[in-house]
């Protein structure tokens, strides 16, 4: 019987071949940040492997933008691509630092649990959060990845999405989290209208039975959504009734950490 022999592990030699490949790449932009342009020759020196290995790496981090040609020198040199990368860690680390005041102010204003969440493909995921003195014993959002169809930060996402994007969003099957969650592509369509028109999403036990949040857009400064600031809490304390003030308060937040992120200057 022939074929590939598996590792203890269920780990194959095409695994091990995969990891070793993905920490050369690595390797080459390691080489290349630190030597500011290098040639083929001198990369595959510095990697201890063959100058067609050396090649094929740069040729498949080229075509991803990683990397790119001097065309006089045949040196390489990194591509545009690893500044997008790091512009969008970057934007991360500045809006949570900004963030803090903003929140903690709210949350002290508030009593409730505040958050920011950025759009990570198809969820939100929550980067910073404050507590206010009625949540203490409320549950711990950061770092969650949530819905977009079912919580307020999510929905303001949507709202502000390209048309193509958010249909593209809304034409997947959408989870039913409780008997409040929208589930019906044309409904929540209409709801995220409501969103850009008055400033602010909302859910009332859409994703948690119990569990209230308004949440407002926060821009860069190029106008374009980069994160959504948000408030929840219990339902017996954030009250249908009461969601216009706390939306309210929510915009005027996201107004103030969109001005510090360079909106409007």
């Not at 958050?115 to 969820?123: E, S």
């Not at 079912?150 to 949507?158: E, H, I, R, S």
């Not at 994007?165 to 409040?180: I, K, M, W």
């Amino acid at each position: 019987m022939t074929g590939e022999r598996k590792q203890p592990g269920g780990t194959g030699r095409g695994t091990t071949s995969a990891v070793q490949s993905v920490d050369r790449a690595v390797s080459v932009l390691e080489i290349l940040a630190r030597h500011g342009e290098a040639g083929v020759t001198e990369i595959a020196g510095e990697l201890g492997v063959h100058k067609s290995t050396a090649s094929r790496l740069l040729g498949v981090l080229e075509n991803r933008g990683l990397v790119a040609r001097t065309k006089d020198r045949g040196k390489y040199h990194l591509g545009a691509g690893v500044l997008r990368l790091a512009g969008a860690a970057a934007v991360r680390l500045d809006i949570s630092q900004e963030g803090v005041p903003v929140c903690r102010e709210l949350a002290d204003e508030l009593g409730e649990t505040v958050n920011i969440a950025v759009l990570d493909d198809d969820a939100a995921v929550n980067i910073m959060q404050a507590r206010g003195t009625a949540s203490v014993t409320a549950q711990d959002w950061l770092g969650r990845r949530t819905p977009l169809h079912a919580t307020a930060g999510g929905k303001v996402f949507l709202a502000h999405l390209p048309p193509v994007v958010r249909e593209g969003h809304l034409a997947r099957p959408l989870r039913r989290f409780t008997e409040r969650t929208i589930v019906a592509a044309s409904e929540l369509r209409g709801e995220l209208e409501t969103v850009v028109e008055r400033g602010y999403g909302a859910t009332l036990e859409e994703l948690e039975l119990g569990l209230a949040a308004v949440a407002a857009p926060v821009r860069s400064h190029d106008g374009t959504v980069m994160a959504a600031i948000s408030v929840s809490g219990p339902v017996y304390r954030l009250r249908a009734g009461r969601l216009p003030e706390l939306g309210s308060r929510a915009v005027t937040a996201a107004a103030e950490l969109s001005r510090r992120m360079g909106y409007g200057f």
